[in-house]
């Protein structure tokens, strides 16, 4: 039976969560669309998905699943990439955040990765079940 819980726990963790995360980008992708905001920030949306995305990832790796190679990497873009892609987002961002809801909040959710990410990695850290 514990060969089934593993299988369970990687489609969950590898297929499901990013699944579920497409299909969220995609509905937020058409509302934005529909809302006939100029420029509106499609692939700013995408790269936030992408990245806390991949901070839930790497929770839930580090919980109900074995360190890989992809965890390391997504770990290293999570530390060293997606700062500086918040960053630009962000920039980008500030001159536009009052004309619409949704470039409000891609300007927030780019803003307070600065303070998310070091927190969740933190607490991955302090109490995980795997020695780094």
Not at 25 to 33: Q, S
Not at 51 to 64: E, H, N, P, S
Request: glycine letters at 4%.
């Amino acid at each position: 039976m514990e060969g089934s819980y593993e299988i369970i726990t990687l489609i969950l963790i590898y297929i499901i969560a990013p699944l579920t995360g497409l299909f969220f980008y995609n509905r937020i992708r058409k509302k934005a669309l529909a809302a006939n905001i100029p420029h509106p920030p499609i692939h700013d949306i995408f790269i936030i998905f992408f990245t806390y995305g991949g901070l839930l990832i790497l929770a839930l790796t580090v919980y109900f699943a074995d360190w890989s190679g992809f965890a390391t990497l997504g770990t290293f873009y999570l530390i060293l990439l997606a700062p500086i892609a918040m960053l630009i987002i962000a920039y980008k961002q500030y001159p536009t955040r009052q004309l619409s809801v949704y470039n409000k909040w891609v300007f927030n959710f780019a803003v307070s990765y600065i303070v998310i990410a070091p927190t969740v990695l933190f607490l991955l850290i302090h109490f995980s079940k795997t020695n780094f």
